[in-house]
Nanobody, 116 residues
Framework: QVQLVESGGGLVQAGGSLRLSCAAS????????MGWFRQAPGMQRELVAQ???????DYADSVNGRFTISRANAKNTLYLQMNRLEPEDTAVYYC??????????WGQGTQVTVSS
């Protein structure tokens, strides 16, 4: 059972940057797709960005052009570079992975707070 552990969250001012990391306890090369989700208070969890085993990426419209997802198979780590952060980006961010097309592995989440 692969475990996912997020890190890199914190408090940042609007316009700033953060890089989230998701370290896997095992190889991520077998995951067909990996992604970052977020959940703000009182809101549903939403997909922020995802990357396939062939490095094809998709982004939510709200973060497109500001966030970049990447994966380092040799380090068994998934990243999310977040630039030009906005208060609306405040949420708990979760890393997830799927061997097929269904996300079945989830991390515990890391808090990102953007102050105005």
């Amino acid at each position: 059972q692969v475990q996912l552990v997020e890190s890199g969250g914190g408090l940042v001012q609007a316009g700033g940057s953060l890089r989230l990391s998701c370290a896997a306890s095992g190889s991520i090369s077998s995951f067909n797709i990996m992604g970052w989700f977020r959940q703000a208070p009182g809101m549903q969890r939403e997909l922020v960005a995802q990357i396939t085993i062939r490095d094809s990426t998709d982004y939510a419209d709200s973060v497109n052009g500001r966030f970049t997802i990447s994966r380092a198979n040799a380090k068994n780590t998934l990243y999310l570079q977040m630039n030009r952060l906005e208060p609306e980006d405040t949420a708990v961010y979760y890393c997830a992975a799927a061997r097929s097309n269904v996300y079945t592995y989830w991390g515990q989440g890391t808090q990102v707070t953007v102050s105005s």
